[in-house]
Nanobody, 120 residues
């Protein structure tokens, strides 16, 4: 069974940085594309960033390009999302997700989510 465990959310101010982590098994880490989604109140869930199991393919939403960085920590079987220059509009519940095909395919395995709140 594939399990994803997010950590690192919290309350920060505009311009601050935050790092989210998604821990999983070695098998999932090496065989699945892993992505970060977010969902703000009243809005649809959106894919923020994703990385393939090889690390060769990376996707960023336009809204976070040049501010967020997704990376793989092979030693810890963890995918991290470094978020810089945070804005109030980044406030959302962030979810880690996995799929066995590729970064822009449907994700069907989800973590429990972690809240990120950016105050003005």
């Amino acid at each position: 069974q594939v399990q994803l465990t997010e950590s690192g959310g919290g309350l920060v101010h505009t311009g601050d940085s935050l790092r989210l982590s998604c821990a999983t098994s070695k098998h999932t880490f090496s065989m699945y594309a892993l992505g970060w989604f977010r969902q703000a109140p009243g809005k649809e869930r959106e894919l923020v960033a994703a990385i393939s199991w090889t690390g060769a393919h990376i996707y960023y939403a336009d809204s976070v390009k040049d501010r967020f960085t997704i990376s793989r920590d092979i030693a810890k079987n963890t995918v991290n999302l470094e978020m810089n220059s945070l804005k109030p509009e980044d406030t959302a519940v962030y979810y880690c997700a996995a799929n066995p095909i590729g970064v822009r395919y449907e994700y069907h395995i989800w973590g429990q989510g972690t809240q990120v709140t950016v105050s003005p």
